[in-house]
């Protein structure tokens, strides 16, 4: 948690001066909502190790080739040393992730979401792409999205990640309706069993 904060304050005055032009993304909700029993928390990935990575291009390509691998806990990875596997691989470089699952929104209404990453991101909520931040960059944020959750519940989730050299990190905050900017809760992700 050392500095996720000041990772973020720099890009929330040009975004949310932005997005007041634009207008929240709406959102569409899991239908049918998945039951408790069917979920587990945490994010389902797939990984493909290619040969070298650069851009949410390359990612795609390389991501029809990707096996799954060991839940992710949500969006909580931190920043890592050279050398230190990216999220669950088990690899440092060359990474591509496909993720998939749910994020659930404990209130209806405007939230504001922004995604951190090393390197490219690209983020799809609700049927609608949210974020995107692609090419090589140091652990950084894509930039604050307004969001529209027209209910309380689940939302489809999916993204793709990749990483090439050096670090790594992959992370995620909100402001909840009324509330303050926080880190989104592990818990308030999931995937089916």
């Not at 720099?10 to 993304?25: D, E, Y």
């Not at 587990?40 to 291009?57: H, I, Q």
């Not at 993720?99 to 979401?113: M, Q, R, T």
């Not at 969001?147 to 992959?170: I, K, M, N």
Request: hydrophobic share 40%; charged share 20%; net charge negative.
């Amino acid at each position: 948690m050392f500095a996720r904060r000041a990772i973020s304050a720099a890009a929330v005055f040009v975004c949310t001066a932005a997005m007041a032009v634009a207008g929240p993304i709406k959102l569409m909700p899991a239908d049918p909502q998945p039951s408790a029993d069917a979920l587990t928390e945490g994010l389902a990935v797939a990984y493909a190790f290619p040969p070298d990575v650069k851009s949410l291009r390359d990612a795609e390509y390389f991501a029809k080739e990707a096996k799954p691998g060991e839940p992710l806990i949500g969006f909580d990875y931190i920043d890592t040393e050279d050398g230190e596997p990216v999220m669950t691989s088990g690899q440092s470089i060359q990474v591509v992730a496909k993720i998939s699952g749910f994020l659930k929104f404990d209130a209806p209404g405007v939230y504001e979401v922004d995604f951190i990453s090393n390197d490219g991101l690209r983020v799809h909520i609700g049927g609608q792409e949210v974020s995107e931040f692609d090419g090589r960059h140091p652990c950084e944020n894509a930039g604050i999205t307004q969001v529209e959750a027209p209910v309380a519940g689940w939302y489809p989730l999916e993204a793709l990640y990749f990483q090439r050299v050096g670090t790594a990190c992959l992370l995620a905050e909100w402001t909840p309706p009324g509330g303050e900017l926080d880190w989104i809760p592990n818990e308030n992700t999931a995937h089916l069993k």
